[in-house]
């Protein structure tokens, strides 16, 4: 797939002063020491045996994330600002904290702003005040959930007003913590920034708890979110074990996206059947989703369901009226389901216990889990090192295990979908052992 692609990530200009932070220079010291541009990896790691090897353009390559040797912007000259759009997701004050702290402890950067209730803490009508960011305020946030910064959808198609305010604030470096639509309103920002002749990084972490950003291997929030859907889960299957005929039915995120469905059911163990969009299925039927629930409760006397709030739309009549961030608005899959079980089993005459949980927003604002408050650092350093090198129109991501700049013009351009023909659906499959397809 990176043979096709341009990874070329932008610059501000040349970086002529020396970083601040004092790294090793001489490599196989077995210290600490600086990344250079050309230092770069392959996207696509699938080979065929056999096949002819071959080189790659810098272009082709993704640029590995880290501190630069020479930096563009003077630390004394630094306003900068950051944002958290959108949905709330595990993890958000983590990575507010972990830029505070690396503009604060490494860079000497002494002027962090930061803009409440997302993009639209930049326009005049809302007339909110910046938040003054140091080391101080945000040593304690990655202890509770949610942002101290506030967020909100939608604002981020008003381009102009919106750098008409980083302008008249003299902000030079905005870091965007979002997904798919805040990454594109600060694409569009870049793209406004560069029009001005204005000298502003504008640097993205993607934060997605669907984990559907493309390219990016894992999303900050995924771990902590399939922690608690696994709860959710557990739950379930409590309930539907100890009733006669139970079902624990649970409603998942993952709009577009399926794989905090199928990743909790890998690890719940708990799961019989997994419903996601990429995988559509029919609800009757001799091979439907009911024919198959009765056969497993005939045979085990409970089951447990998961399904995610995308899957199964062409079953439902839903509007075509979109939420402020452009998403369009979905039918309630979970409340369909459970009303088609009830009435099914009624039609046979078999009476059903089904529970029904929905744990979104328990799981959506959760404090961040231990491996996610790692990521979340390590993204929001390596996101001050790329500001203060002149990156720009960039995403931080995880690729291969590595961090790395991502062009967003890339990230944005389509979405990330569990492949039904993955090891991850075989998996997912397996563990619950339900049908490779239940379409009639």
């Known amino acids: 797939m990176s043979d096709t692609q341009d990874f070329s990530v932008e610059n501000l200009g040349q970086c002529k002063i020396s970083n601040p932070i004092e790294y090793s220079l001489v490599a196989g010291d077995s210290l600490a020491g600086y990344v250079n541009d050309d230092e770069r990896i392959v996207h696509d790691v699938a080979r065929t045996a056999g096949a002819e090897p071959r ?3 810098s272009g082709e390559l993704l640029e590995l994330a880290g501190p630069r040797e020479k930096v563009y912007f003077p630390a004394k000259h630094v306003h900068a600002g950051i944002v958290t759009c959108g949905g709330l997701c595990p993890g958000l004050n983590d990575v507010i904290r972990a830029i505070v702290r690396c503009l604060w402890h490494q860079y000497g950067v002494r002027r962090i ?3 409440p ?3 639209n803490g930049l326009l005049p009508e809302f007339n909110l005040t910046p938040i003054e960011l140091n080391p101080d305020e945000v040593d304690d946030i990655h202890k509770i959930g949610g942002t101290i910064l506030g967020s909100s959808r939608g604002g981020g198609e008003r381009t102009e007003e919106l750098v008409d305010a980083i302008q008249r604030m003299n902000i030079n470096m905005l870091f965007t913590i979002g ?45 902590t979110a ?11 299957h409590t309930e539907a074990h100890s009733a006669i005929f139970g079902v624990g039915l649970v409603r998942l995120m993952g709009r577009e996206s399926g794989f905090i469905a199928a990743h909790t059911a890998l690890a719940s163990h708990e799961a019989n059947f997994c419903l996601i969009p990429e995988v559509p299925f029919e609800i009757d039927g001799p091979n439907g989703l009911l024919e198959h629930l009765h056969q497993r409760l005939r045979q085990r006397n409970h089951a447990v369901i998961i399904v995610a709030e995308g899957a199964g739309q062409e079953h439902l009549q839903s509007a075509e009226a979109t939420d402020a961030s452009g998403n369009k608005r979905l039918g309630d899959i979970g409340v369909y389901l459970k009303q088609r079980i009830i009435d099914y089993f009624d039609s046979l005459k078999v009476g059903v216990n089904l529970k029904y949980i929905d744990p979104s927003y328990t799981i959506r604002s959760a404090e961040a889990a231990p491996t996610d408050s790692v ?12 500001a203060m090198s002149g990156k720009t129109k960039t995403l931080i991501g995880l690729v291969n295990n590595h961090f790395v700049h991502l062009p967003i013009p890339i990230a944005v351009a389509s979405r990330n979908y569990v492949d039904p023909e993955s090891s991850l659906w075989r998996d997912v499959i397996e563990a619950t052992q339900q049908p490779v397809s239940m379409k009639n």
């Open 55 to 57: 080189s790659f353009t």
């Open 375 to 386: 990521y979340c650092s390590r993204l929001g350093n390596n996101a001050v090192h790329a």
């Open 226 to 236: 399939v922690a608690k859907a696994t709860e959710a889960v557990v739950s379930a």
């Open 179 to 223: 997904g798919d639509g805040t990454q594109k309103g600060a694409l569009a920002l870049a793209h406004e920034i560069e029009r001005r002749n204005l000298k502003v990084a504008v640097i993205g972490i993607p934060k997605t708890i669907d984990n559907d950003l493309r390219f990016i291997q894992k999303s900050f929030g995924f771990d």
């Open 113 to 115: 702003s930061g803009i």
């Open 117 to 119: 209730f997302g993009y």
